[in-house]
C-alpha cells in the first residue's frame, strides 16, 4: 500500500528535495507552499513518478492552513507521513535594533505555522493510530547564536513541540521526529536577507549541506521498522562544528 506523505514548504530547498526522493520512491505527496508557479512545476516533475496534489496557503492563515488541509480529495485524504518543513529566517539583527515584522514572521511561520498544520492532520493519525510527523527544527534550535535571538527561539519552541508531541502522541503509536540541520544551501539566505548581497557569501569557502543531503535523511528515517524512530536528528556539513565555528578555505 502506497504511502501519503504531505510537505509544507515544498516549493524550494529541503522540502522540494524531499517531493523528489519521496516521489522517486513511490510515496504519494501533497505539496504545499504560496508560490502557484512553483507548485505546478514540481508537481508536473513529480506526476510522472508517483500521484501528486498541490495545496496553496500560507500557514501564517489559520483559517487557510485548515480549509485547505480539510478539501483533499478522497484520495489524498490520509496523510501517513507529516514534514513540518515551511519556515525561513527573517533578518539577523541584534535584538536591540530587531525588526517586529520579522519577530512576527519567525513566530507566526516557523512556530504557529507549524501547530496549524499539526492541528489539521493530527486527528487523522490519532483515529488510525498511525503516523509518523517529522518537524525541521535546525542546530538554532540547540544553540543560540549572535543575532540569532528570535530565529534561534522559534526552533527551540519546534524542539519543544516535537518532544511535547511525542509525549503525547505515544499512546496512538505516532512517530515523531525532528531533524535539526547545520548550514543547507537552499534560498533560506537570500529570505533571511531579503535578496541583499550579503546572502551570496554564506555558503562560499566551504561545502554547505545540500537539500538532498537533508531529504535523504528525512527518507531514512520514514523508511525504518514500525518499532524504531530516529527521534532527533543533528546534522551539520563536516566544515561545521556549531553555529559559530565554520572551517572556511577563503
Ligand atoms: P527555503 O527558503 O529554500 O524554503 C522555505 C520553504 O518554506 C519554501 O518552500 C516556502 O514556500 C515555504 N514557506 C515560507 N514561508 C511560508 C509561509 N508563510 N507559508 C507557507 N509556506 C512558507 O529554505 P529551506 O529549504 O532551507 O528551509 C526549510 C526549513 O529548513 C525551514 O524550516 C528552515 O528553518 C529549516 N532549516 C534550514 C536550514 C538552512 O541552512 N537552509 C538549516 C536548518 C533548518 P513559499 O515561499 O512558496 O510559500
Ligand atoms: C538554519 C541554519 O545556522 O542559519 O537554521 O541558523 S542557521
Same mark, same amino acid.
Given at each position: 500500500?502506497?504511502?501519503?506523505?504531505?510537505?509544507?514548504?515544498?516549493?524550494?530547498? /529541503?522540502?522540494?528535495?524531499?517531493?523528489?526522493?519521496?516521489?522517486?520512491?513511490?510515496?504519494?505527496?501533497?505539496?504545499?507552499?504560496?508560490?502557484?508557479?512553483?507548485?505546478?512545476?514540481? #508537481?508536473?516533475?513529480?506526476?510522472?513518478?508517483?500521484?501528486?496534489?498541490?495545496?496553496?496557503?500560507? @500557514?501564517?492563515?489559520?483559517?487557510?492552513?485548515?480549509?485547505?488541509?480539510?478539501?483533499?480529495?478522497? %484520495?489524498?485524504?490520509? &496523510?501517513?507521513?507529516?514534514? +513540518?518543513?515551511?519556515?525561513?529566517?527573517?533578518?539577523?539583527?541584534?535584538? #536591540?535594533?530587531?525588526?517586529?515584522? %520579522?519577530?512576527?514572521?519567525?513566530?507566526?511561520? +516557523? *512556530? $504557529?505555522?507549524?501547530?496549524? @498544520?499539526?492541528?489539521?492532520? /493530527?486527528?487523522?493519525m490519532t483515529?488510525r493510530q498511525s503516523g509518523?510527523?517529522? +518537524?525541521?527544527?535546525?542546530?538554532?534550535?540547540?544553540? &543560540? =547564536?549572535?543575532?540569532?535571538?528570535?530565529?534561534?527561539?522559534?526552533?527551540?519552541? *519546534?524542539?519543544?513541540?516535537?518532544?511535547?508531541?511525542?509525549?503525547?502522541l505515544n499512546p496512538f503509536g505516532i512517530k &515523531?521526529?525532528? @531533524?535539526?540541520?547545520?548550514?543547507?544551501?537552499?534560498?533560506?539566505?537570500?529570505?533571511?536577507?531579503?535578496?541583499?548581497?550579503?546572502?551570496?557569501? *554564506? =555558503?562560499?569557502?566551504? $561545502?554547505?549541506?545540500?537539500?538532498?543531503?537533508?531529504?535523504?535523511?528525512?527518507?531514512?528515517? &520514514?523508511?525504518?521498522?514500525a518499532h524504531?524512530n530516529?527521534?532527533? *536528528?543533528?546534522?551539520?556539513?563536516?566544515? #561545521?562544528?556549531?553555529?559559530?565555528?565554520? $572551517?572556511?578555505?577563503?
Amino acid at each position: 500500500m502506497k504511502k501519503t506523505a504531505l510537505i509544507t514548504g515544498a516549493t524550494s530547498g /529541503i522540502g522540494r528535495a524531499t517531493a523528489h526522493v519521496f516521489a522517486k520512491h513511490g510515496i504519494n505527496l501533497i505539496l504545499c507552499g504560496r508560490r502557484q508557479h512553483r507548485l505546478d512545476s514540481v #508537481q508536473k516533475a513529480l506526476s510522472r513518478e508517483t500521484d501528486v496534489h498541490t495545496l496553496n496557503f500560507d @500557514v501564517r492563515s489559520r483559517e487557510k492552513t485548515l480549509e485547505a488541509i480539510s478539501s483533499l480529495p478522497d %484520495d489524498f485524504k490520509t &496523510v501517513d507521513i507529516l514534514i +513540518n518543513n515551511a519556515g525561513n529566517a527573517h533578518g539577523l539583527d541584534p535584538i #536591540q535594533t530587531g525588526n517586529l515584522d %520579522d519577530w512576527d514572521a519567525m513566530m507566526d511561520i +516557523n *512556530v $504557529k505555522g507549524l501547530l496549524y @498544520v499539526s492541528k489539521a492532520i /493530527i486527528p487523522g493519525m490519532t483515529e488510525r493510530q498511525s503516523g509518523h510527523i517529522i +518537524n525541521i527544527g535546525s542546530s538554532a534550535g540547540k544553540e &543560540v =547564536y549572535p543575532k540569532g535571538n528570535v530565529y534561534c527561539a522559534s526552533k527551540h519552541a *519546534v524542539l519543544a513541540i516535537t518532544e511535547g508531541m511525542r509525549i503525547d502522541l505515544n499512546p496512538f503509536g505516532i512517530k &515523531v521526529s525532528a @531533524v535539526n540541520p547545520g548550514l543547507v544551501e537552499t534560498e533560506f539566505s537570500q529570505v533571511r536577507f531579503k535578496g541583499g548581497s550579503q546572502a551570496d557569501n *554564506v =555558503y562560499k569557502g566551504y $561545502k554547505a549541506l545540500q537539500a538532498d543531503d537533508i531529504a535523504e535523511i528525512i527518507h531514512f528515517a &520514514v523508511t525504518r521498522p514500525a518499532h524504531v524512530n530516529l527521534a532527533d *536528528v543533528l546534522v551539520f556539513p563536516t566544515a #561545521q562544528a556549531n553555529s559559530v565555528t565554520l $572551517k572556511k578555505t577563503q
